[in-house]
């Protein structure tokens, strides 16, 4: 099996390689439209600002070829946030993949960015078999992605947010798998078995 870790100048790729490695998977970092097409995974980590990253998606027109993708897709952090319709961050139009819109943190009382572990209120999914409900994660961020339809796993911080979609092939994950210890390990292999 051949995973592509799409390469659009942001952070993580490596934590997330390195995590796909210890499972012993064939994962391979690239920009290279027709490599992304042909792999059978795709996964769209992120770490950095929303304005910057959709400019280098669009430098490699990776904006379009993303929705078009048949294979299972994961986004990542920042993936997950450019998946959306919109964010707040940089008044950026997202992907659109999935109808949340990402909205910046506000409080008095509570840190932002969010960093470190929470839980995660997950519904019945394939992609949450052989770990619990109730899982924690880790968390680094400043906005959320809002829930609607396509919420499967939401986590209060502030506000409950989502923190998993899914839309047909296309799931996104606002915390890092490939920092999530056990319960990270176990989403990402099922992400790879579906």
């Keep these: 099996m051949k995973i592509a870790i799409v390469n659009y100048n942001t952070g993580n790729t490596k934590s997330v390689w390195y995590a796909l490695q210890r499972l012993g998977c064939n994962a391979f970092i690239t920009n290279n439209s027709t490599e992304i097409k042909n792999a059978d995974r795709v996964i769209l980590p992120g770490v950095g600002h929303a304005a910057y990253a959709m400019e280098e998606l669009k430098k490699y027109e990776l904006d379009r070829l993303i929705p078009t993708l048949t294979q299972p ?7 997950l946030q450019l998946m959306c319709k919109h964010t707040e961050e940089g008044d ?11 909205k910046k943190f506000e409080s008095v009382n509570e840190k932002i960015p969010q960093i470190g572990w929470n839980k995660i209120e997950a519904k019945e999914s394939l992609l949450f078999t052989n770990s619990s409900t109730n899982n924690y994660a880790y968390f680094v961020h400043s906005y959320y992605a809002t829930v609607c339809a396509q919420t499967i796993g939401t986590t209060n911080y502030i506000l409950p947010f989502s923190s998993a979609l899914q839309k047909d092939n296309f799931l996104a994950y606002q915390f890092h798998p490939e920092k999530s210890s056990a319960f990270g390990e176990t989403i990402l292999k099922n992400f790879i078995e579906q």
């Design 73 to 79: 897709v994961l986004g990542i952090c920042l993936g």
């Design 92 to 102: 950026v139009v997202g992907i659109g993949i999935f109808d949340a819109t990402v």
